[in-house]
């Protein structure tokens, strides 16, 4: 083919809605055109890049006894109503009427027409274990769209799902996906990317792994020990504190007049952060019921950990003017209004001289000790693991924290969509048991972020997903070198009968 006929336009200069380098690079090379909000074209080139990369996943999904299946896109919502997701999943999930009434989804993930065609096909013990994925078109409306391929709302993903009948045979299959994710990684040129451990939250499960490109453009955090080789995401990665024993004081009321932050308050006592205790208002969603988080004054609120604790959703709070019902600024644990719920952060625990709000405009209470004071509390780790914070694996002060873009996961569901979707199969001494199953998701692009992600699933899922390379191609190619990796490289070009010609090249 003559290079004239490619259907794709490069340009020089970088246009100017352009937030992030890859993103730049691949409007101006040609690869990529935005038809809506976070919707896009792949033009030539890029989808030559895609279906290499596409089938060096195959490849290895394959090689771990995989079989490829096509679910729908669009859905029948009786199957998502069944496993309960059809109102426990916010707005991401596009649901629609079909021209009879009936109510439809744009599917997101696709777990619930997994166990709809394993509970058919699956009836016995013998057929166990097995993994069925597929490379699939994704439908999630993202309230925040980011950076080109980074976060989109239509995307192409791999998705797995295992199935099992014990948790031993699952977590052997789990270690396979795991080296699996690795080598895909690695063939298509990004050998750098790390495996941390993760929040399943929703989804249920005990175990859980992201995959992480490190790059400076990423929207997670990760923590990472360089002294044991400790790695987490920061919505898992506990926060370990080390309190020096204090002195206890009287306790007093102190006139703050003013003094709303914990900077503010450090200033006018002359004090560290760390000697005071801060209060997070939240909200709950279903009520607006007022939730405060007390931490020590240093640390940060690790929101996913917090809900987690809770066990249910939560927002900062928003009060009306002059409707608060608390002295916002100077909210402390003694004296709260009937009705607030509070957590206390495990840092706080052993601290016997802090400073607190008095829950009253422009004061503060000094020498609180919360074990004399407060009376016995049940501390919990909602805080963030922080940069030089204590490694929880080998206890030496010496977290890093790193940004990253998430490029896959894996996790173990359970389970939890085979027991309520009512999968079953016969085991070998007649009962009639559920498998418990294990999913894989991989996105080499752009990934949504986790608050989107699978809101309550069973299986193990998991997954590169080949469409969201567009994360790759732009976090990592980009700022690295303007040429693609070999085994994904869309052509090469050279000059026959008086013009340049290009080859496809074939692959991987
Ligand atoms: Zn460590």
Not at 414 to 434: E, N, W
Not at 475 to 500: E, F, M
Request: charged share 25%.
């Amino acid at each position: 083919m003559e290079v004239s006929k490619l259907v794709s336009r490069r340009f020089k200069e970088t246009p100017a809605d352009c937030q992030i380098q890859s993103q730049a690079l691949m409007i101006r090379g040609g690869y990529i055109k935005a038809v809506g909000n976070g919707i896009y074209t792949l033009l030539p080139p890029a989808k030559r890049i895609l279906r290499k990369i596409e089938n060096i996943i195959r490849e290895e999904m394959d090689a771990i006894d995989g079989q490829e299946v096509l679910f729908p896109v669009a859905m029948p919502a009786s199957l998502w109503k069944e496993s309960g997701r059809y109102d426990s999943i916010g707005s991401e999930l596009l649901r629609f009427k079909d021209r009879s009434g009936g109510d439809m989804v744009l599917g997101m993930t696709h777990e619930e027409a997994a166990v709809h065609l394993a509970r058919d096909v699956a009836d016995s013990y013998a057929q166990y274990p097995f993994m069925i994925y597929q490379i699939q078109t994704k439908f999630r409306d993202e309230p925040r769209t980011r950076g080109g391929l980074i976060r989109v709302r239509e995307f192409t993903m791999k998705d797995a799902y295992s199935f099992h009948t014990s948790q031993e045979d699952l977590e052997a299959y789990y270690r396979r996906c795991y080296d699996a994710y690795h080598r895909i990684f690695a063939r298509v040129g990004l050998p750098h990317v790390v495996a941390v451990q993760s929040d399943s939250g929703m989804m249920g499960g005990k175990i859980a792994h992201e995959y992480m490109l490190l790059t400076e453009v990423g929207e997670d955090s990760i923590v990472l020990c360089p002294e044991c080789g400790y790695r987490a995401n920061m919505e898992a990665a506990p926060s370990l504190v080390r309190n020096e024993p204090t002195e206890p004081k009287p306790l007093t009321k102190l006139a703050t007049p003013g003094v709303k932050t914990i900077e503010a308050l450090c200033d006018f006592l002359q004090i560290t952060p760390a000697q005071t205790c801060k209060a997070v208002v939240y909200q709950r969603n279903q009520d607006d019921g007022v939730v405060i988080a007390f931490l020590r004054g240093d640390l940060d609120v690790n929101e996913t950990k917090l809900r987690n604790h809770l066990g249910y959703d939560i927002h900062p709070a928003a009060f009306p003017d002059g409707e608060a019902p608390l002295a916002l600024g100077f909210c402390g644990p003694l004296g709260l209004p009937e009705g607030v719920a509070v957590v206390f952060d495990s840092s706080l625990q052993g601290l016997e001289d802090l400073v607190a709000g008095a829950n009253e405009p422009d004061c503060h209470l000094a020498g609180l000790c919360l074990a004399r004071d407060v009376g016995r509390i049940e501390y919990v780790d909602v805080a963030k693991a922080r940069q030089g914070g204590v490694c929880p694996a080998c206890g030496k002060a010496a977290l890093d924290i790193r940004r990253g873009i998430e490029v896959g996961n894996i996790f173990q569901l359970g389970d939890k969509y085979t027991a309520s979707m009512g999968m079953r199969y016969v085991d070998q001494d007649g009962s009639l048991k559920t498998p418990s199953w294990a999913a894989m998701a991989s996105a080499l692009a752009a990934w949504p972020p986790r608050s989107a992600r699978f809101p309550g699933t069973s299986t193990a899922p998991s997954g590169p997903s080949p469409s969201r390379p567009g994360r790759c191609i732009s976090a990592a190619y980009g700022p690295i070198s303007r040429r693609w990796p070999r085994p994904v490289a869309r052509c090469t070009a050279s000059w026959r009968q008086g013009g340049w010609r290009c080859s496809w090249t074939t692959g991987p």
